[in-house]
C-alpha cells in the first residue's frame, strides 16, 4: 500500500465515504460497481480501519477468520488463504491490502486526511465536507464509515505531562514502542488489556497490571487452520454465510436450545466443558438462557469463574481476577490465550485499582490511592473507545438547521434501524447505533448495511429522488424496539460500554440492537418490501 497524499482530483462527488476500513472499502467497491462517483477520505495512512491501528502485541480477531471475512465476492473467499482460526492483526490488515489491490480500490482513497467537518447544505441538497488538510467536498451522499470502536477514550491523570515514561493506546499502537527489559504497567483488562498482557509479559522486565475491573474471559483455543476443515468450508461456503446472515449471532456456531435450568448438573457441565473446549464466543451458547435468565447465566459465570481458579497459583490473586458485579455476557465477553497463567509469571503483579484507585502519575511513574509508587517506563492504555457515536460525534456534523449530531444525541443517540437519523438528509452511519453491529460478527453486519444503502441509492436513482431520511415517528419507534430487546436480555444490567457508562457524561442508553442479526436483516428487508416505510424522500420534512 502506497501511503504518497494521493491527491483529491475530484471536489464534487456522488457519495463521500469517510474511513477506509471493511465497511468503507466495501461500500467503494460497491457503489462504484452501481455507476456512482465515490471518494473515500482516510485518517490512516492504508486501509483496514481497525486492524490497520491496533498493532499492539497479540492484537488478534475474536471471530473465526473464515466467518470474519467478506463474503461478497466467491472468488475473493475461495482465494485468500486463512492460516488460523483466529487470525492476528498483521493477517487482518495482509487481507484489507489484498482486498484493496484486487478491487483497485486505493485511487479512489485519500489517506492521511480527517474529515473535520460535514454541514448539510439544505439549499444545494448535499453535503459540504472539511478536512483536516483544508479540503472541501461536496457529496450528495455521506456515508460514515468510521468504525464504531475507533474513537480511542483516552484518561488524562493528574501530573500526565511530568511522566517521563512513554504512554501508548492499544488503539493507536506505534510500531517503535520498546518494551524489552523495561518495567511497563497496563491500565485497562478489557478485550484489549487481556490481549496484550500475556505478549508484554513476555518482554517486558516487570509488568504491572492495574484493574478496575475483572472481566470473564473465555479460552480462544486457537489453531492453524487444517487444510481438510478449509476446504470443507470452502465447498459450503455459500450455505454457510447464508446460515450466518439468518442466525441469531452471525455467526454458524449453533446456541443450544435447551435451557441451562432443565439439565441436572452433571450433564450442564459436560455441555460447559464442551463449549470451554471449542472456545471462544461459542461458550455463551452453551444454553439457550445464558444471557436472559440471571440463575442460567449464574452457573455459566460460576464454571469460568472456577477455570480462573484452576489458572491461576495465587489464591489471593485469584479471586481479584474472578469477575463481580455483572452477569456474564453482560459486558462484551473475552478472549484469551493464557491471560490469567500470566499471573503466575514472578515479574508480573496484579494491581487492583478498584480498592486504591490510580490518583495520577509521578515523574517515574503511577501513584494509587494507598500512596504506593509504581516505577513504570511505558504506561499502556487499554482504556478503550467511546463506542458506536464517538467517531460519528467527534466530526461537527451539522444537518437540518445547524443542528449538529452531537446536540442532536445528547440525550442518547436514536437513529432508525441504525442507519440514518432524521434531520440528516442522505447521511448514513454504517453500523451505526441501534444496529445489531457490535453484537455480532462485524464484517457480516457492514455487508448488510452497504448492500442496504447501496439499494436505497438506486431506488432513489430510478425515483429521481433528491433526498432520504427517516421520520421521527419511526426513529422514536425503532429506539423503543431496541431498549425492549435490551431489556430481554441480561446485558443493560451492566456498566459496560455497551450504555456508553465508560465515558464521563455519555447518556446511559443500551446502544446496539440485541434482537439478532436474523431478525434485524429481515426487519430491514421488510422496510424495503413496503416501499421503504418510514423514510421519506425529497426536502418535504417537519424534523426535529
Ligand atoms: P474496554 O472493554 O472498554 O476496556 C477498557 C478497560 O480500561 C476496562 O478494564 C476499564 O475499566 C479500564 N479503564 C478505563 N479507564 C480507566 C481508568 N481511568 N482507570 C482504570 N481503568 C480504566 O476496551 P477494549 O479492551 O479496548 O475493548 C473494547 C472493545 O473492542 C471490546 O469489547 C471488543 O468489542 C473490541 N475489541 C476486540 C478485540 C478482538 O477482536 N480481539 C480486541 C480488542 C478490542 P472499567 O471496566 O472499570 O471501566
Redesign the pocket.
Known amino acids: 500500500m502506497g501511503d504518497e497524499a494521493r491527491g483529491l482530483s475530484e471536489d464534487v462527488v456522488d457519495v463521500l465515504v469517510v474511513g477506509a476500513g471493511f465497511g468503507g472499502m466495501y461500500a467503494l467497491h460497491k457503489l462504484r460497481g452501481l455507476g456512482f462517483s465515490v471518494r473515500v477520505l482516510e485518517r490512516g495512512h492504508g486501509v483496514g480501519g481497525t486492524w490497520y491501528w ?1 498493532r499492539y502485541p497479540g ?5 473465526e477468520s473464515l466467518e470474519y471475512s467478506y463474503s461478497f465476492s466467491a472468488e475473493l473467499q475461495q482465494d485468500w488463504e486463512w492460516t488460523q482460526r483466529y487470525p492476528t492483526q498483521p493477517e487482518m490488515r495482509a487481507y484489507a491490502e489484498h482486498v484493496a489491490d484486487r478491487f483497485d480500490l486505493c485511487p479512489h482513497i485519500t489517506f492521511g486526511v480527517a474529515v473535520t467537518t460535514a454541514a448539510y447544505d439544505e439549499d444545494g441538497g448535499c453535503w459540504r465536507v472539511g478536512t483536516d488538510a483544508g479540503d472541501l467536498i461536496t457529496a450528495r451522499f455521506l456515508v460514515l464509515a468510521t468504525g464504531v ?1 475507533s474513537a480511542a ?1 483516552v ?1 488524562q491523570f493528574p501530573g500526565q505531562e511530568r511522566f517521563r515514561g512513554r504512554i501508548v493506546h ?2 493507536s499502537w506505534p510500531e517503535d514502542t520498546e518494551v524489552d527489559g523495561l518495567r511497563v504497567g497496563v ?9 496484550v498482557v500475556p505478549h508484554l509479559a513476555e518482554r517486558a522486565g516487570h509488568l504491572s497490571v ?4 475483572a ?1 470473564y474471559s473465555i479460552s480462544a483455543a486457537n489453531q492453524p487452520l487444517a487444510p481438510a476443515y478449509l476446504r470443507d468450508v470452502k465447498a459450503r461456503y455459500p450455505e454457510l454465510r447464508e446460515q450466518a446472515r439468518r442466525s441469531f449471532t452471525g455467526s454458524t456456531v449453533p446456541i443450544n436450545r435447551q435451557s441451562a435450568l432443565a439439565v441436572d448438573e452433571e450433564e450442564r457441565n459436560r455441555r460447559f466443558e464442551e463449549r470451554w473446549a471449542l472456545g471462544g464466543f461459542a461458550f455463551l451458547g452453551s444454553f439457550d438462557d445464558v444471557t436472559r435468565d440471571p440463575e442460567a447465566n449464574r452457573l455459566a459465570a460460576r464454571f469460568v469463574e472456577d477455570k480462573i481458579r484452576a489458572a491461576v497459583d495465587d489464591p489471593a490473586t485469584a479471586e481479584l481476577l474472578v469477575p463481580a458485579g455483572h452477569p456474564i455476557g453482560s ?2 465477553i473475552c ?1 484469551d490465550t493464557g491471560y490469567h497463567a500470566t499471573f503466575n509469571l514472578p515479574h508480573v503483579r496484579l494491581v487492583d ?1 478498584r480498592r486504591a ?2 490518583t495520577g502519575l509521578t515523574e517515574a511513574g503511577l501513584r494509587t490511592a494507598d500512596g504506593e509508587e509504581h516505577p513504570l517506563h511505558l504506561l499502556v492504555l ?4 467511546d ?1 458506536m457515536t464517538g467517531s460519528f460525534v467527534r466530526i461537527d456534523v451539522r444537518g437540518r438547521g445547524g443542528v449538529t449530531l452531537r446536540e442532536k444525541w445528547a440525550d442518547g443517540a436514536r437513529t432508525y434501524l441504525g442507519l440514518q437519523t432524521a434531520g440528516f438528509p442522505n447521511l448514513f452511519t454504517l453500523t451505526g447505533p441501534g444496529s445489531p453491529a ?1 453484537l455480532c460478527n462485524m464484517f457480516l453486519a457492514l455487508e448488510q448495511h452497504v448492500d442496504w444503502v447501496a439499494d436505497l441509492l438506486v431506488e432513489m436513482r430510478e425515483r429521481g429522488a433528491r433526498t432520504v431520511e427517516p421520520t421521527v415517528d419511526a426513529e422514536q419507534d425503532w429506539s423503543g424496539q431496541v431498549a425492549r430487546a435490551a431489556e430481554r436480555t441480561l446485558y443493560p444490567q451492566a ?1 459496560s ?1 455497551y450504555v456508553g457508562a ?1 465515558v464521563p457524561g455519555k447518556p446511559r442508553v443500551f446502544l446496539p440492537y440485541a434482537g439478532g442479526v436474523g431478525k434485524y436483516r429481515r426487519i430491514c428487508e421488510q422496510v424495503v418490501a413496503d416501499g421503504y416505510r418510514a423514510f421519506v424522500f425529497d426536502a418535504d420534512l417537519t424534523v426535529v
Open positions: 491496533n492484537a488478534r480477531c475474536d471471530i470502536l477514550s484518561p492499544t488503539g491500565v485497562g483488562t478489557g478485550s484489549s488489556g487481556i490481549q492495574f484493574q478496575r475491573t472481566n459486558r462484551r478472549v485499582v484507585p490510580i487499554a482504556t478503550g473507545f463506542a457490535v456498566d460500554w465508560n
